[in-house]
């Protein structure tokens, strides 16, 4: 198994995190393994929206299509985009190596990360 590299955008913008993943992690643990600011209160239960995160647009049409219920939790995010999607519901695979994601300026960690 190699490798995959994930790239976290900071809200503003300027700076990135590269972090190195394998096959089959979810993204939201990487990022909180790498110190990002995504909650994930309900531990990727998919009841809360607090591991939004948007995918560069480059990169969005290579991730599997959300889940209905993806999207209902995604209509609560704040500052939902086009490209949004919860961290948790996202398994890294070869494919998406490379991936970037931007945490988004609305997101508030409570767990004080």
Do not use: W, Y
């Amino acid at each position: 198994m190699s490798d995959i590299t994930v790239n976290f955008v900071s809200p503003n913008g300027t700076r990135t995190v590269t972090a190195t993943a394998k096959e089959g992690d979810c993204l939201l643990t990487i990022a909180q393994i790498n110190d990002q600011a995504l909650e994930g209160t309900c531990e990727g239960q998919m009841a809360c929206s607090t591991c939004h995160v948007i995918v560069d647009a480059a990169d969005f049409d290579r991730l599997p299509e959300a889940s209905e219920m993806e999207e209902d939790m995604l209509d609560l995010a704040a500052g939902a985009r086009r490209t949004s999607r919860l961290a948790c519901q996202i398994t890294l695979t070869s494919e998406l190596d490379g991936l970037t994601v931007r945490i988004p300026t609305e997101s508030h960690n409570m767990q004080g990360v």
